[in-house]
């Protein structure tokens, strides 16, 4: 019976840690779209209630790598050697502490963080895209890592500007959660064709 039990979740762990990804990423792109139009409303002056979705958005990213982290770890797959939704817990989390600094200091503080945590997130989401490339879903990912590495250097050095604005912060949300509803689609293909 213990060999039965050992080799069945062997068995049915990909389709489940695809799954669970799936839903995962329609979570995300829900809530970046969202998050995006909340910003967008907001975004003319560094008020309370946008100082609060700044400080959001990278806590609720560290939230979603912990489910992550929890359904590669429940698939026994090669998903469960992954360091990179750990790494991206502990980045987001410093993110959502300094961005909560930074909000007092005003937009180009907020953007000089924001474009930080945006390059090194982006590095974490494409190396994770490219290991989990084999389970298909993932190209999107890949590319939202490296558009979100460039983004985030591009956030950093508008932050020296005159005309700094947040309104960037919320296309760049928003390209995000279309990036992660194509994996999600993707993932949904794959698994349909698997």
Request: net charge positive; charged share 10%; aromatic share 8%.
């Amino acid at each position: 019976m213990d060999t039965v039990v050992d080799h069945h979740p062997a068995h049915t762990a990909p389709a489940e840690f695809s799954a669970a990804l799936r839903k995962l990423y329609l979570l995300r792109f829900v809530f970046a779209a969202v998050w995006a139009a909340l910003l967008f409303a907001t975004a003319d002056t560094l008020g309370p209630l946008n100082g609060t979705l700044l400080v959001l958005y990278p806590l609720f990213d560290a939230g979603c790598a912990v489910v992550d982290l929890r359904s590669a770890r429940a698939s026994d797959g090669a998903a469960t050697r992954l360091s990179g939704p750990s790494v991206n817990i502990g980045l987001s989390v410093l993110a959502g502490a300094a961005l909560a600094v930074a909000v007092a200091s005003g937009v180009p503080a907020v953007l000089r963080v924001w474009g930080v945590w945006a390059v090194t997130a982006g590095i974490v989401q494409l190396a994770v895209g490219v290991v989990r490339r084999r389970m298909g879903g993932q190209w999107p990912m890949i590319v939202s890592g490296g558009i979100s590495t460039v983004a985030g250097a591009s956030f950093f050095l508008q932050a020296g500007k005159d005309d700094a604005t947040l309104t960037n912060l919320a296309g760049y949300a928003f390209l995000g959660g279309v990036f992660f509803l194509a994996s999600a689609l993707r993932l949904r293909s794959a698994e349909r064709n698997g």
